[in-house]
């Protein structure tokens, strides 16, 4: 059967396909990768603003999650270096520029509760065979905080995660009891140890148990080599002695098994395919929670195939505005490609991203400054809003036989690419976008 993934063993980490017996069951351990808790597509580059409060006293806090949070991201090894925020970004934003060509999302947190409270307790010690009541201060320390990744351009807030947590410490006296800040910075670092699963793909262990049959069982001689082989580490030879096993006998237990060592050996497609065969011929609910089982993991690995695949935001639109202008155009045509957005820096990196490729696809497109000059002619400013028809008549001017206008609607998270196409000839709009999450700025 032909494979989606290729290498798909390199994702599925055959490092420690163990045994481990607990009582009766043998567990099969392997390890898999997970894409990120929150959607990551697209972000590759990222600025890290400061965390913010405006709580008494958790100025500190709020520093060390920046300068933590900021190192952890780095470690992850998956974002470009990191983008200074003070001295990139936010001197960008103050003279009105666009921070879309630094960053594909700023990266935001802040502090929401820090409390502490102080008192004392008694705990009786015994000293000299005597019990003694000796008296302890206490200091109780609470914090809770949220992250996000915000799009620049959109406002498009991926996340907020959310964190809470506490601690506490007891001394003989207050001079001994660490501050307050000190043990939110302990709650802090617990509560960010899983801070890189929420951001980029990590490796998780899975144990799954083995079938088996009774001693009396006609198959379980068949079980018991099949499972010597996996015993011994031949575990694409126990795959196949246990499928076979299942094909020949209908045996659930067995189809199991095969399926187990397909996840466990990277081959999702081929265990899916199997398992299919044998629910067709059985039924049973077991294999098609098996089957749905594997269809995780698959769907895991797209995640992650996605994220390394994706481009920035302009780079996903431009690829779908090009296979879709492709369906309504020949390779013969002359294009006028227009900005009704005007000097909206994002949609003239699109504008200037089709039309390289059309130029390379051999496509002719006509030229803007005799447009101007035309439109100069007839008295019409293209900057402003011009009606299809006058559009058509000056394509039709040009030499232009089709006219590709793009512009922005809607706002924040609403925010799309407009893409419109009117054949000159017909004097028709042949193509009008949705409001698809594809068309998405």
Known sequence: MKK??????????????????VGCATRVRFEAQ???????????????????????????????????????????????????YDIVVRPAMQRGAAVDQYVDALFRGRVTHF????????????????????????????????????????????????RSGRNSAMAESTGDLPTPESLAVGIANAQLRNFAQDIAPFTIRIARV???????????????????????????????????IANENRSIPAAINAGILFEAT??????????????????????AQKIRTLNNEVNALLGIAALAEAGTPVEMVTSHTLSEIRGVVGTDARLWIHNDAGNLAIVN????????????????IVDRGAL??????????????????????????????????????????????????????????????????????
């Open 266 to 287: 990277g081959d999702l497609e081929d265990g899916i395919f199997f398992l299919e065969q044998i629910f067709e011929q059985t039924r049973a609910p077991a294999v």
């Open 372 to 441: 101007d000059l035309i439109a100069v002619e007839r008295g019409l400013h293209l900057d402003g809003a011009v009606a299809d028809s006058d559009f058509i008549s000056l394509g039709n001017m040009a030499g232009a036989d089709t006219i590709v206008r793009l512009n922005v609607v809607g706002a924040g998270s609403g925010r799309r690419l407009q893409v419109r196409v009117l054949d000159i000839e017909r004097a028709t709009v042949v193509y009008q976008s949705n409001t698809s999450v594809l068309w998405r700025l």
């Open 34 to 84: 997970r894409p990120p808790n929150l959607n990551m597509v697209g972000i590759r580059r990222v600025a890290v603003m400061p965390f913010t409060t405006n709580i008494s006293g958790a100025a500190q806090v709020a520093q060390h999650l920046t300068s933590e949070t900021t190192q952890r991201i780095n470690a992850t090894g998956v974002f470009e270096p990191l983008v200074s």
């Open 115 to 162: 409390a502490s409270s102080r008192g004392t307790t008694q705990r009786v010690r015994r000293v000299n065979n005597q019990n003694v009541t000796f008296t302890y201060q206490t200091l109780e320390v609470e914090l809770s905080f949220e992250y996000e990744f915000v799009n620049p351009i959109t406002g498009a807030i991926t996340g907020p995660v959310r």
């Open 210 to 244: 083995m079938q088996n049959v009774g001693r009396n069982d006609p198959l379980r001689p068949a079980f018991d080599a099949a499972d010597n082989m996996r015993r011994h580490g031949d575990y694409l030879g126990a795959r196949e002695a246990f499928a076979n």
């Open 4 to 21: 989606m993934f290729g290498k798909t063993a390199t994702l599925i980490v055959l490092t420690a396909l163990a045994l481990a017996l």
């Open 349 to 364: 990196d699109v504008v200037d991203n089709i039309t390289s490729a059309f130029i390379n696809a051999g496509i002719t």
